[in-house]
């Protein structure tokens, strides 16, 4: 490995994680932005695609936000014709699932997130990078 990197002013696992999770997270949303989508929006109409009848509860948890933020966030997805929200009334049972669409989009935006783990990850990328790439893909391998 070659020295010609600076040492990073603090040598916290915390501080230098969040350091690049913001580094990715701005590389996502510029990848995203021309799909009109968001990191959140892109989690959220994800949750919604995987988890069949994901109560609002449940997306506020999974988003780490507000049951009303996530009310909001879904009432902006069915305007864009992204979600179909069946629910009949607050309070009953979620039935909220994503429109062909909503399917067509995530299909583009994951590989928009497939460009940007390559350049963040790939084999060109700096070398630490590389290796923390490889800890979290082998940290969650199932």
């Known amino acids: 490995m070659s020295n010609d990197r600076p040492a990073p002013p603090v040598t916290s696992p915390s501080i230098i994680l969040l ?3 913001r580094r990715i997270e701005t590389e996502l949303n510029a990848a ?12 959220l109409l994800g949750h919604i695609a995987v988890v069949p009848g994901v109560s609002f509860s449940d997306l506020a948890r999974m988003s780490g ?3 009303q933020s996530v009310h909001t966030a879904v009432k902006a997805l069915v305007g864009a014709g992204l979600v179909h929200d069946h629910t009949a009334r607050a309070g ?3 039935a909220i699932e ?3 669409e909503g399917a067509r ?3 583009a935006a994951k590989e928009a997130v497939a460009e940007v783990d390559e350049r963040m ?8 990078q590389r ?6 893909l082998a940290a969650f391998a199932l």
């Open 19 to 21: 350091t690049l999770a």
């Open 65 to 67: 936000t507000t049951v």
């Open 105 to 107: 989009l995530l299909e």
């Open 32 to 43: 995203l932005s021309p799909l009109e989508l968001t990191v959140s929006r892109l989690g």
């Open 131 to 136: 290796q923390i790439g490889q800890a979290v």
């Open 92 to 94: 009953s049972a979620s």
């Open 98 to 100: 994503v429109t062909p």
């Open 121 to 128: 990850f790939g084999p060109d990328a700096d070398p630490v």
